[in-house]
Nanobody
Framework: QVQLTESGGGLVQAGGSLRLSCAAS????????MGWFRQRPGKERDFVAA????????NYADFVKGRFTISRDNAKNTVYLQMNSLKPEDTAVYYC??????????????????WGQGTQVTVSS
């Protein structure tokens, strides 16, 4: 089992940047592929980005390609989401998640076994 704790959210102006972090407990962090999702007000939770166990493969939702970068540091049991060129429509609660499947890079909520509590990102216009 793994526990996930997000941090780094906050209020930023449009065009600005934030880096989210997700710290994981446990010794088996490197065995999980990791993902970021977001839930905008009144909307469903959407896939944002995912990264493979060793970080060699990544996948992004179309709406963040070229602006967001997912990365991980297995020595620190942490996954990151660097968000640049933020837009007001990026305002959401951002969640990290862990997937114990060793093969796939999941893009659906059901693919992930563990979730953090979320961190609020607000982008002002």
């Amino acid at each position: 089992q793994v526990q996930l704790t997000e941090s780094g959210g906050g209020l930023v102006q449009a065009g600005g940047s934030l880096r989210l972090s997700c710290a994981a407990s446990g010794r088996t962090f490197s065995s999980y592929s990791m993902g970021w999702f977001r839930q905008r007000p009144g909307k469903e939770r959407d896939f944002v980005a995912a990264i493979s166990q060793r970080g060699g493969v990544t996948n992004y939702a179309d709406f963040v390609k070229g602006r967001f970068t997912i990365s991980r540091d297995n020595a620190k049991n942490t996954v990151y989401l660097q968000m640049n060129s933020l837009k007001p429509e990026d305002t959401a609660v951002y969640y990290c998640a862990a997937d114990s499947d060793s093969v796939r890079l999941g893009v659906t909520i059901r693919a992930y076994d563990y979730w953090g509590q979320g961190t609020q990102v607000t982008v002002s216009s």
